[in-house]
């Protein structure tokens, strides 16, 4: 089993940043790939960003890939000694209030069903 605890949500105004954290633990050697969906409210979850966390494991030769809201506002890293994924986002939109959810998976994929576990999530929200 691994248990994946997000944390640094809040309430930041337009054009504002917050970083996420994701914090693994348990068989974490056996993921090769984290991820962040979000879910707004009355909206189905949608990807957000994905990180390979083996260089030998990546999606068509790239080590992260973002949903296309994502690129050039979000940036996805890992700290592989803290077992820990970040989700930077930059100049945010009220469009972005959402659950923010940390999942792991064994391949690098963009939907749900790629990940097998997945954090209890954390509120972001994002006023005008």
């Known amino acids: 089993q691994v248990q994946l605890v997000e944390s640094g949500g809040g309430l930041v105004q337009a054009g504002g940043s917050l970083r996420l954290s994701c914090a693994a633990s348990g068989r974490t050697f056996s993921m090769s790939a984290m991820g962040w969906f979000r879910q707004a409210p009355g909206k189905e979850r949608e990807f957000v960003a994905t990180i390979s966390l083996r260089a030998a494991i990546t999606w068509r030769g790239i080590n992260t890939y973002y949903a296309d809201f994502a690129k050039g506002r979000f940036t996805i890293s890992r700290d592989n000694a803290k077992n820990t994924v970040y989700l930077q986002m930059n100049s945010l939109k009220p469009e972005d209030t959402a659950v923010y959810y940390c999942?792991?998976?064994?391949?690098?994929?963009?939907?749900?069903?790629?990940?097998?576990?997945w954090g209890q999530g954390t509120q972001v929200t994002v006023s005008s």
């Open positions: 999942a792991a998976g064994t391949v690098v994929g963009m939907t749900e069903e790629e990940y097998a576990y």
